[in-house]
């Protein structure tokens, strides 16, 4: 990747389904903390350390102090969704032309040539964003892919507003995105609160960007694991099993 890309890693929440005081994005996977995963992939993708930028929130301060000096932080001083938490991001880029990666502090497998692949697809002159997915045997709490007839996206259906033909798809979003950053931002300007988690939807942005007439497209994982993201013990314990097997082999 070239130095047009940043990278906002959502790292804000408490991870209540945990049942754990601390952050989610601290939980260790592998004898490392769950966000330092994402970071270092990211990093190995080509980013540098001033160009990741970090959002915390709950226990705020225990986060930076694990992440250090490897990005930079904004805070999301109330937890309103992840447009809302990207939006804390947008002072800091508001020069920046470029593409910026969305990344999840607790979906720690996401390969460095991935997010490369986002990035390089996102530079499409033509295309506004890019949302890497995923096919589950049960999909259950992730937002469903809705495809045009290009096999581009036309929306994402969150689990709580889908009907249950939308609930039927296994095709759902990783939670990844690579977005023309000056989309993204005017994009989120145009996201409201109406739906059921009266939450600011980060996904809802891509109505707006395929509105103006770029394509949003898709890149879909050969393995759902590498997009797994962690929800509770039971998950990170699953992950942990999966990844000491790998190793092993």
Known sequence: MDSNCKAIVLAA??????????PKVLHHLGGKP????VIDNLIHAGLKEEDIIVVVGYRGEDVIQAIGNRARFVWQKEQLGTGHAVMQAEPVLQAY???VIVACGDVPLIKPETFSMLFSTA???KTGAVVL???????FGYGRIIRDDNGNLQRIVEEKDADPVQKAIHEVNTGTYAFKSQLLFK???TVTTENAQREYYLPDALTYIR??????KIIKLHDPIE??????????????????KKSNN
Not at 211 to 216: D, E, L
């Open 13 to 22: 929440g408490k991870g209540v389904r945990m049942q754990s005081e601390m």
């Open 34 to 37: 769950l966000v330092l995963h």
């Open 97 to 99: 032309n470029g593409i």
């Open 123 to 125: 530079n499409d002159p």
């Open 133 to 139: 997915t995923m096919e589950l045997e049960n999909p």
């Open 187 to 189: 994009g989120l300007k």
């Open 211 to 216: 509105s103006t007439g770029n394509t949003v």
């Open 227 to 244: 997009g797994s993201g962690i929800n509770s013990k039971a998950e990170l314990e699953k992950l942990e099993d999966i990844i000491s």
